[in-house]
């Protein structure tokens, strides 16, 4: 099992910036990618950034020039830095990890960390 911890969420306003980190624990050998993803009251997860184990990222469109995703392979963490916030980022924040076993791989997710952005 892999556990994850996300912190760093917090309430900020329109323009500024902020930065997630999130900790895995336990059984962390194997975790390949490693992404963030938020949620909103009566939407579906989706992705915000996702990083490879060899470092290669992937952005949602709407994040694209203001987030950037990043991660540290020693400490098993993987960051989020968030600038420009607008309104609209205003979401849970999910850590999710990915870790292949034999044919199958298996998904672990954080608790949330929630971010506002007021105006």
């Known amino acids: 099992q892999v556990q994850l911890a996300e912190s760093g969420g917090g309430l900020v306003h329109t323009g500024e910036s902020l930065k997630l980190s999130c900790a895995a624990s336990g059984t962390t050998i194997g975790i390949t990618t490693m992404a963030w993803y938020r949620q909103t009251p009566g939407t579906q997860r989706e992705l915000v950034a996702s990083i490879t184990g060899g470092g290669r990222t992937n952005y949602a469109e709407a994040v694209k020039g203001r987030f950037t995703i990043s991660r540290d392979n020693a400490k098993n963490a993987v960051y989020l830095q968030m600038g420009s916030l607008k309104p609209e980022d205003t979401a849970v924040y999910y850590c999710?990890?990915?870790?292949?076993?034999?044919?199958?791989?298996?998904?672990?997710w954080g608790q949330g960390t929630q971010v506002t952005v007021t105006t």
């Open positions: 999710k990890a990915d870790r292949p076993l034999g044919m199958q791989t298996y998904y672990f």
